[in-house]
């Protein structure tokens, strides 16, 4: 039931956003609703880590506050920015309530390279001015969340710790597909695989819970 929900909340935005061929009260519905059904599955995960669930909770309902905030594009685009902002810390911190920051360090400088190729070559030539300097302070704190990590799986190689790496993964990839498609020219049927990406990687990092 929960991959039926997404699967039609992703279909219904896509649709809506790349064709048309939906109302778009059901955009403001299908979005914010297959995010909610991702925070009732991961709700009764973590209860032998509670300082990881903790953080990991505000870490999704500040990610269900960046998709409302997003349905506006252009007036939400900076309160979006902020809620994912918010959401990326909130995952670092529950991350580390069972890994040490930066430990390894060389998955966050990987990522790191990775994210500056991309923002150089692709998203900073058409990136408003005003826009710049959060967007720098954004990609910094996305890249920290990927690599944390990918170091708590590499240090311990752990199954949750490898949801959590590929979630990160995957968060950054949507991320960049977002940015490139709004200020690197575009890129076909980004909807789909922007949300499908998102919502895949904010169920692996639900999953780093334990049972």
Known sequence: MLWLLVAMANAAVFIAADSGGLPEPLRWVAKPAATLALIAWAWPRGASQPAQRQW???????????????????????????????????????????????????????????????????????LPAALRAPVLVYVAVLVAMAGQGASWWWASRQREAGWAALGGALFLASDTLLAVDRFGGGVP?????????????IALIGRSLPR
């Open 56 to 126: 990991l909770r505000l870490g999704l309902f500040a990610s269900l506050a960046g998709d409302v905030a997003l349905l506006w594009p252009a007036q939400g685009f900076l309160p979006g920015l902020l809620g994912f902002l918010v959401a990326h810390l909130a995952f670092v911190r529950s991350m580390t309530t069972r890994s040490r920051l930066a430990h390894p360090g060389w998955p966050w400088a990987v990522y790191g390279a990775l994210a500056a190729l991309v923002l150089s070559a692709w998203i900073w030539p058409g």
């Open 189 to 201: 049927a980004a909807s789909l695989f922007v949300h499908a990406l998102y919502w895949g990687s």
